[in-house]
């Protein structure tokens, strides 16, 4: 199986864990990735190290990148991946948003984002896409019966 994490998931166990909703969402981020160490396989692409680069403290934009050292699969940037982006683009997603998931649908993987606007852009037009679209704590739940 695999699986596409966005950056909003990449950056979730260095965020600020008060939060209940955060602190979840890095337990299940954790437990994915260690998931694409062993049996899965972690997707990441140009796009996603591009937005990485964007991070402005440069401790935690290091400890991002590490994460993908486990990336199984790498999707460089096309221009049939900027055609469809443009389409999500148009659906409302932004730039960036719309950019990986045109790399998830190349990449046949599941996206797992803890952006909310992502999921239900995605579950409000059905027809937009054929990729699964989660949050990564909903992801662990229905895949392993959490």
Not at 29 to 58: A, F, R, Y
Request: proline fraction near 3%; charge should be negative.
């Amino acid at each position: 199986m695999k699986q596409y994490l966005d950056v909003c998931c990449l950056c979730r166990p260095f965020d600020h864990l008060q939060n209940h909703k955060i602190l979840l969402e890095s337990e299940a981020v954790h437990t994915i990735l260690d998931l694409c160490k062993h049996e899965h396989t972690l997707v990441s692409s140009q796009v996603s190290k591009d937005e990485i680069q964007k991070i402005s403290n440069p401790e935690k934009r290091n400890q991002v990148l590490n994460l993908l050292s486990i990336t199984g699969e790498y999707i460089f940037l096309t221009d049939e991946i900027v055609s469809r982006a443009q389409l999500f683009h148009e659906a409302g997603l932004r730039t960036y948003d719309a950019l990986h998931l045109a790399c998830v649908e190349l990449a046949s993987a599941i996206f797992i984002t803890s952006y909310d606007k992502i999921i239900r852009t995605i579950r409000n037009n059905p027809n937009l896409t054929r990729t699964r679209v989660n949050n990564p704590v909903f992801w662990v739940m229905e895949e392993h019966h959490a």
